[in-house]
């Protein structure tokens, strides 16, 4: 039985990268759906809903929706808390009882607080 015996080469470890070659860091710039309903307290749901819509600034990559750090917080800062106080034009019968009653609702409180 004639046997080959091979020379063993050890391995050599990849060279470090210099820094020119190394990316800087890079914080996260976007946020994943279940993040932004976490940060506006909403059900995932919801969430998916108002980004499909166009309510909250979204783009789709791939299969997976993502929403823009900064785009995200522009949007969070012109959002108004207050409902419209008069009803617009050409909603279905029920949305138009609905901001009726919310148009009484403001109304009353704002003579209460006068």
């Not at 800062?77 to 138009?96: D, F, K, N, R, Y």
Request: charged content about 20%; aromatic content about 6%; overall charge positive.
């Amino acid at each position: 039985m004639n046997a080959r015996v091979y020379d063993f080469t050890p391995r050599t470890s990849p060279t470090a990268p210099t820094d020119a070659e190394t990316p800087a860091p890079v914080g996260r710039v976007v946020y994943t759906v279940k993040e932004v309903a976490g940060m506006l307290s909403l059900n995932l749901g919801g969430t998916y809903a108002l980004i499909r819509s166009g309510e909250i600034p979204a783009i789709k990559l791939g299969g997976r929706w993502v929403v823009p750090r900064g785009r995200f917080h522009t949007w969070l800062e012109t959002c108004h808390a207050e409902p419209e106080s008069v009803a617009p034009v050409g909603l279905a019968p029920i949305e138009q009882a609905h901001a009726e009653v919310l148009a009484a609702i403001t109304r009353r409180r704002s003579r209460r607080g006068a």
